[in-house]
């Protein structure tokens, strides 16, 4: 397989038992050690409700998400069975702002429910 991210071909382990199991994998070990998931939760306070930001990855990284996209379905189905009364929006970046906290409140009063938002990196 070749990995998304540093277009290296990388193999991948495979017993008896897996031998004739078709899995996708898109990312090799040296990347997936170099650029971990590292994911931080911070809540916001709004005017009536709360929006509570989800952000992946550290801001630092300068990868292709593409290569992440396995972990991020799973994450994002977490959250969003264990979340089912809040409005989900999912972000490629995340900026603190006044004007995307105004942005938010807009949203959360137009949908009447408290925020999740699902980020891959979050810059302040």
Known sequence: MVCVNCNKQFYVQRTFLTLFSVKKYYICDSCRKEYPLKMRIEHIPLEIYEAEVISLFSS???????????????????????????????????????????????????????????CLQMRN
């Open 60 to 118: 630092k990284y300068r990868l292709n998400f593409n290569a992440y996209i396995l972990e991020i379905e799973k994450i994002v189905s977490y959250f969003v069975t264990h979340h089912p009364l809040h409005f989900l929006l999912f972000l490629d970046f995340a900026f603190f702002s006044d004007l995307w906290l105004e942005q938010l409140n807009f949203i959360a009063e137009a949908e009447q429910k408290s925020l999740l938002i699902i």
